[in-house]
C-alpha cells in the first residue's frame, strides 16, 4: 500500500502547490486589478493609508496637514486655521474634495506621474509614500484680516486681495465659511451629520462667494466706464452734464443719483450744469456716468470690461465663475450697464481685478494661488511664473484713473474718505459701490469696493462685496482698509522673511 | 518496507530492523522534548499575535492576555502531558502545528469579534457576538479534552478496526441527522444549508464527526475486503471492473452519504466524503481503475447537478464572474434562480489583494467587509492582514501536517492503520484545497469549514480528534519493536509496552 500512499501524498502535494500559486497570482500579481474594481470599499480607505501633503500660505503658516491616528485610516486630515481658509483649502472627505484639496490632489496624494521616479526610490529603500507641499500666495495676515472683517459684518460677502505686480492672490476670504475639520471627520455618521447640516443651512457656508458668486459692481464699474473713456477722448477734467435725474431715450425711466443728491461742485447749483468727470467719479454721480456710457456705447464698455477679465472662466486653480458684462445696446440700458446696474454681475475677485488692473499701470496680471509645489525630498518640483493676463488700459490712462481713484478716499468728498481713520498714513486709491439688487431692486444694496495700496507704489489690490452692505463706503470700504493695513504692516514688520 | 529506509526518518528506524543489516540500531526516541520547545514557541506566535491584535486595533495590548493567554498555553501544555504519558513515541510535530493553528484561528475570532465594538475602527460583524472568541476557547477546550479521550480510549489504532461496522453506522446517522430534523433545528441561517443540530442557542454539525466513523469504517470494511476488490472481475474498455457484489455495501454507503449530503445543500462536504472514500480505495486495492471510475463519477455527478440544481449552476456562474455587477449584487426579482450572489466571494478576492504581499497587519484591515468572514471565509481575513507571507505559512502548516501524517501512515505496519491514517491526512489536505481553493477563486466555491481556524465547535473539536488518531498511529508507528539485548547469548530481555 506504500506506494499508493506515497503517490497520495504527491497528490496532496500537488494539491498545496496549486493552492500556493494561486495565492501567490491572487496577492502578487491580480492586487492592483482587485484594486481597481469600482466595488472595492477596501481601496476607499486606502487613501488615508499615506500621508497626505500639506497645504502652508505664503509665510508658512500650515492650513492643512495630516496627522496620524490608530485604525484602519492612518491619517486624518487637518485644518489649523478651520473656517478663515476654508474657501481657499476645500476640504477632504472620504466622498469627494474640494478647493486646492481637489486642485492639487494628485500632487497633494503623491500620486502625480511628476512624483513617480520618488516613489519608487521610497519603495525601495521601504519608506512610506508621502504627498507633496503645496505653497499658496496667500498672505496670512492678509487672510485673517480679511475673514475677521467680513466676520464683523454679520452679513454674507467675499474679499479678495492680490498683488498687482504679479497676480498672487494675498487673501481670498468667504463669509460665512465652513470648519473643515467637520467634514475631515473619517466617521462616517458624523461625516454624513456635517455635511447635511453644511447643505441644508440656508447661508451656504459652502459656497465660495469670493470666486463664485456673482454680485452688481454698482458704481466700482466706473472704473472701467471711467477707463474706456480716457482711452477714447475723454480726461478727468473733461466736463460733462450733470443733471439731477437722467432722462433716458425711449423710456419713462429716469436714472436717478444715489438718494436724489444733486451733482454740485459748486459750478453746478441748478443741477442743469456740468461738472468735471473726477468730480463725478469722486462723488459717483450716476447722471455723468450714465450719460457717459450712452456715448461711448455698449460694445466700448464691453471691450473694456472684457479687457479686465470680465466675460471668461478663470482656474486659479480654483474654477473662478465668470463676471458677466453682456452685449448690450439699447441707450437706456448701456446708461444702467455704465453704472454697473442692468445685467453687470461680477466676483469679489473681479472687483480686486479692476483695482490690480489700473494699479500695475495697465497690465493685468493672471491671478495665481498656488505659489510653488515642494517634494517630500524638499525639491521645487512646480513653481508659478507670473504672467500677464491682459492689457486694460495704457499705462498714461491708468495713471488718470489712478488719480480719480486715489481722490475717491483723500478728498474730503469722495465717496470712502471715512477710511482714511482706519489706514494709519497709508493712502489708497478705491472706489465705492452701492448696489441696487433683488426684483424691481427691493433687496437690500449690496455694499462694494475695489482698490489698492499704497498709491505711489501699488502692493495689494483689494476687491470686496458686502451682501445687503448697505453703502460701500459703510461696509465694504472698512473691510478692505482692514486687509490693506494687515498686509502693509507686515511688508514693513521685521518679521517678514 | 525496503522502501521505508528512503524516507531516512526516525520512524523508520524503529521498523526497518531488518535482520539482514549488521549495523548497530539507533535508539528510538520520542522527541517530546523538542515537541515541548516547537509547542512554546507556538504558544509564543500565538500570544504575540494575540497582543498584535490589541495594538493594531486601538494602540493597547488586550486586557485578556493574561487570562486567555495563560490558559491557552496550560490547555496546549494538558495535551502535551497527555501525549507524554499516553503516546510517548508519536510524532512531535503534529502537536504544535495543531495548536498553532487554533491558537492563530482563536486569534482572528478575536480580532474580527472586536470589529466595531469596544470603539475599535470598523463595523461589528453582525453573526458574532461579544463573547465569540470565549465560547471558541471553550470550544478549543473541549477539543483538548476530546484529543486526550482519543488517545486515552483508543490505545491500539486496531482496537477501532472492531467496530468497523458500528462506527459505520453511527457515521451515516450522523450525516443523516440534520436531513431528517426539521428546518427550524437544522438549517443554518443564511446559508440555505441544513446540516446542523441547533438547540437552545447551542448547535453542532454531526457531519464532522460523522466524517470521522465513516473514515474509519471505509478502513476497516476495505482492509477486510481488498483482496477480494482487487480481483478483477469483467473487464470494459480495458479497465478491470470489480465484482458487483464486493462493490454493494460501499457503494451503498457512498451513495447514501452523496444523497443525504445534496439533500443538506451541503456540495462541499459532499465532495469531501467523496474524495475521502475513493482515495482510500485506491490505497487498498492500489487499482489506479478504481481512480479514474471514482473521477468520472464524480464529474458526470458535478456536471449533471450543474445543469439540474440551479444552484450548484450559480455557483458556477460565479466562479467565471466573481466581479459581474449581475452577480455581485444579486438580483432578487429573478424568481427561478435562487439569490447566491458573488458578493462574497468577491469581498473575500478585494481582501485578498488589499493584503498584497505583507498583508495590512492584525487589526489594521477590514475583513469586516467580508460576509460570514469568521467561517468560509476566514482564509481571506488572515489573507488581509497577515498578507501573502502569513497566508503561505498557514498553508504550509496544513501541508505539514498532511505530510506528518502520510509519514505515519507509511511507517505503520498495520494496513487498517495504514488506511486509516492515509485517509484521513488527504481529508485534511482537500478539505484546505476545496474551502482555500474556493475563497481565492481557483475552484468554484462551496463551504466548508477551514480546520481549527473557523469559529464553529464541531469542526475544531473534529480536527483535534482527527490529529488525536494520526498520533495514535504514529505512536503505533514509531514504538520501538521489541528490541532482543544479546548478552553473551545467555539471556534474553524483551522490552516492551
Avoid at chain 1, 467634514?183 to 469670493?210: F, H, I, V
Avoid at chain 2, 458556477?316 to 424568481?335: D, E, G, K, Q, R
Amino acid at each position: 500500500m506504500n506506494r499508493a500512499l506515497r503517490r497520495v501524498s504527491l497528490a496532496c502535494l500537488a494539491m498545496f502547490l496549486l493552492l500556493l500559486v494561486n495565492v501567490n497570482y491572487v496577492q502578487g500579481f491580480e492586487a492592483g486589478k482587485l484594486a481597481d474594481y469600482p466595488g472595492n470599499g477596501r481601496t476607499f480607505a486606502q487613501q488615508y493609508q499615506y500621508q497626505r501633503g500639506s497645504i502652508i500660505t505664503s509665510d508658512n503658516v500650515p492650513i492643512a496637514a495630516s496627522k496620524h491616528v490608530p485604525g484602519i485610516y492612518s491619517f486624518q486630515r487637518y485644518y489649523p486655521e478651520g473656517a478663515t481658509y476654508a474657501p481657499v483649502t476645500g476640504y477632504d472627505t472620504p466622498y469627494s474634495k474640494t478647493g486646492i484639496e481637489q486642485a492639487e490632489d494628485k500632487l497633494l496624494a503623491g500620486t502625480d506621474p511628476r512624483l513617480a521616479v520618488r516613489n519608487l526610490i521610497d519603495l525601495v529603500t521601504g519608506k512610506p509614500r508621502k504627498g507633496a507641499t503645496v505653497q499658496l500666495t496667500v498672505n496670512s495676515a492678509a487672510q485673517k484680516a480679511a475673514y475677521q472683517a467680513l466676520k464683523a459684518t454679520g452679513l454674507p460677502g467675499g474679499a479678495v486681495a492680490i498683488d498687482p505686480k504679479t497676480g498672487a492672490i494675498l487673501a481670498l476670504a468667504s463669509y460665512p465659511s465652513f470648519n473643515p475639520n467637520k467634514l475631515a471627520t473619517l466617521n462616517g455618521n458624523a461625516l454624513n451629520k456635517a455635511d447635511q447640516r453644511y447643505l441644508n443651512s440656508p447661508q451656504q457656508p459652502l459656497l465660495n462667494r469670493a470666486i463664485n458668486e456673482t454680485f452688481p459692481p454698482g458704481s466700482t464699474f466706473k472704473v472701467v466706464t471711467s477707463s474706456a473713456a480716457f482711452s477714447s477722448k475723454y480726461t478727468p477734467d473733461s466736463r460733462f452734464y450733470a443733471p439731477t435725474n437722467l432722462k433716458l431715450p425711449g423710456t419713462t425711466h429716469q436714472l436717478i443719483n444715489y438718494d436724489h443728491s444733486p451733482c454740485n461742485d459748486g459750478s453746478n447749483p441748478t443741477g442743469n450744469g456740468t461738472v468735471p468727470l473726477i468730480y463725478a467719479f469722486t462723488v459717483s454721480c450716476n447722471t455723468v456716468f450714465g450719460g457717459l456710457g450712452m456715448k461711448l456705447g455698449g460694445s466700448a464698455l464691453r471691450q473694456q470690461a472684457n479687457a479686465f477679465g470680465m466675460n471668461q472662466e478663470l482656474t486659479i486653480p480654483l474654477k473662478v465663475s465668470a463676471s458677466q458684462y453682456p452685449p448690450v445696446s439699447n441707450p437706456d440700458y448701456t446708461a444702467y450697464s455704465a453704472i454697473g446696474q442692468y445685467s453687470d454681475t461680477v466676483t469679489p475677485l473681479q472687483e480686486a481685478m479692476f483695482a490690480a488692473g489700473i494699479a500695475n499701470h495697465g497690465t493685468l496680471m493672471r491671478p495665481y494661488l498656488v505659489q510653488k509645489v515642494i517634494a517630500p525630498n524638499l525639491s521645487t518640483l512646480v513653481i508659478t511664473k507670473p504672467s500677464e493676463l491682459s492689457h486694460t488700459v495704457s499705462p498714461a490712462v491708468a495713471a488718470q484713473v489712478s488719480r480719480m481713484m486715489a481722490d475717491v478716499v483723500a478728498q474730503p468728498y469722495g465717496t470712502a474718505h471715512s477710511m482714511v481713520a482706519n489706514l494709519g498714513g497709508i493712502t489708497v486709491a478705491g472706489k465705492t459701490g452701492t448696489a441696487q439688487n433683488g426684483a424691481n431692486n427691493t433687496g437690500l444694496d449690496d455694499a462694494v469696493f475695489t482698490g489698492f495700496a499704497p498709491v505711489a507704489n501699488p502692493q495689494i489690490a483689494v476687491g470686496v462685496v458686502v451682501k445687503g452692505g448697505g453703502l460701500g463706503a459703510d461696509a465694504s470700504a472698512p473691510v478692505a482698509a482692514a486687509i490693506i493695513k494687515a498686509y502693509i504692516n507686515y511688508l514693513n514688520s521685521p518679521a517678514k522673511r | 518496507m525496503s522502501a521505508l529506509g528512503a524516507m531516512g526518518d526516525g520512524a523508520g528506524t524503529a521498523t526497518a530492523t531488518s535482520p539482514g543489516l549488521a549495523r548497530a540500531v539507533p535508539l528510538p526516541r520520542g522527541r517530546r522534548g523538542a515537541e515541548l520547545i516547537m509547542l512554546a514557541f507556538a504558544i509564543c506566535v500565538v500570544l504575540f499575535a494575540y497582543a498584535s491584535v490589541g495594538l493594531g486595533l486601538n494602540g493597547h495590548v488586550p486586557t485578556g492576555l493574561a487570562t486567555y493567554g495563560v490558559l491557552f498555553a496550560l490547555l496546549m501544555l494538558a495535551a502535551h502531558l497527555a501525549i507524554r504519558k499516553l503516546a510517548p513515541w508519536a510524532d512531535p510535530l503534529l502537536l504544535p502545528l495543531a495548536a498553532l493553528l487554533n491558537g492563530l484561528g482563536l486569534v482572528m475570532i478575536y480580532r474580527l469579534q472586536e470589529a466595531g465594538r469596544n470603539g475599535n475602527p470598523g463595523n461589528a460583524i453582525s453573526t458574532m457576538s461579544a463573547s465569540t472568541t470565549t465560547f471558541q476557547l471553550v470550544w478549543s477546550t473541549i477539543g483538548v479534552v476530546a484529543f486526550v479521550a482519543v488517545l486515552l480510549v483508543v490505545r491500539e489504532p486496531r482496537m477501532l478496526q472492531r467496530y468497523t461496522y458500528t462506527l459505520g453506522v453511527i457515521g451515516l446517522a450522523l450525516v443523516a441527522l440534520p436531513a431528517l430534523l426539521p428546518s427550524s433545528i437544522s438549517a443554518v441561517p443564511g446559508t440555505g444549508a441544513k446540516i446542523q443540530v441547533a438547540l437552545g442557542g447551542f448547535s453542532i454539525q454531526p457531519e464532522e464527526f460523522g466524517k470521522l466513523a465513516l473514515a474509519v469504517f471505509f478502513a476497516g470494511y476495505l482492509v477486510a475486503k481488498r483482496d477480494v476488490l482487487s480481483l478483477a472481475g469483467r473487464h470494459v474498455l480495458g479497465i478491470a471492473l470489480p465484482r458487483a457484489r464486493d462493490m454493494g455495501p460501499v457503494l451503498i454507503a457512498w451513495a447514501a452519504s452523496l444523497l443525504v449530503l445534496i439533500f443538506e445543500s451541503d456540495i462541499g462536504t459532499s465532495a469531501l466524503f467523496f474524495g475521502m472514500f475513493l482515495i482510500m480505495l485506491y490505497v487498498a486495492t492500489q487499482r489506479t481503475s478504481w481512480l479514474l471510475i471514482g473521477t468520472s463519477l464524480f464529474l458526470a455527478g458535478a456536471f449533471l447537478a450543474s445543469k439540474l440544481v440551479s444552484h450548484v449552476g450559480l455557483r458556477f456562474n460565479i466562479w467565471l464572474h466573481p466581479f459581474t455587477y449581475a452577480n455581485v449584487f444579486c438580483n432578487t426579482a429573478s424568481v427561478h434562480v435562487p439569490c447566491v450572489p458573488s458578493y462574497q466571494l468577491a469581498q473575500g478576492m478585494y481582501g485578498l489583494g488589499f493584503g498584497g504581499i505583507l498583508g495590512t497587519g492584525l487589526g489594521h484591515g477590514q475583513p469586516y467587509l467580508t460576509p460570514l468572514v469568521q467561517s468560509d471565509f476566514i482564509i481571506t481575513a488572515f489573507g488581509e492582514e497577515l498578507g501573502l507571507t502569513g497566508l503561505m505559512a498557514l498553508l504550509l502548516i496544513y501541508g505539514l501536517i498532511v505530510e506528518r501524517g502520510m509519514r505515519a501512515a507509511v511507517a505503520v505496519r498495520d494496513p487498517f492503520a495504514k488506511l486509516l491514517a492515509g485517509g484521513l491526512s488527504f481529508t485534511i489536505a482537500l478539505q484546505v484545497f476545496v474551502i482555500v481553493g474556493g475563497v481565492t477563486q481557483l475552484i468554484p466555491l462551496t463551504g466548508i469549514t477551514t480546520p481549527f481556524l473557523s469559529q464553529g465547535g464541531s469542526s475544531l473539536v473534529a480536527s483535534w480528534m482527527v490529529i488525536a488518531v494520526l498520533m495514535r498511529i504514529s505512536d503505533t508507528a514509531r514504538r520501538p519493536a521489541p528490541q532482543p539485548i544479546q548478552d553473551e547469548g545467555m539471556t534474553q530481555v524483551v522490552r516492551g509496552i
